[in-house]
């Protein structure tokens, strides 16, 4: 599924036209990523958790170039940590 499914989806069961589920749907993207680049967890009650995680920095290899040696910079990442009614759902 994608984004415009998505929205079509969203629109059709909530019985709101398509431009307000898809303006819903961008509001939460865009709170998401505020948050998470803020470094605090949005999390949704049954279905998970999106957590800011930091990867520390590393030694790496160049895959073009597999005898060089590169430095892989820190980052931040986003990681999803699933809801117990989510992991029910896909167990059965």
Sequence with gaps: MNKANLIDRIAKETDISKKQAEAMLNAFVGITINE?????????????AFIP?????????????PSERIQIPEVRVAK?????????????
């Design 36 to 48: 998470l680049k803020a470094g605090n967890e949005v999390s949704i009650t049954g279905f998970g």
């Design 53 to 65: 995680k930091t990867r520390h920095a590393r030694n790496g290899v160049n895959p073009q170039n």
């Design 80 to 92: 999803f940590k699933t809801g117990k009614t989510l992991k029910d759902a896909l167990k059965s």
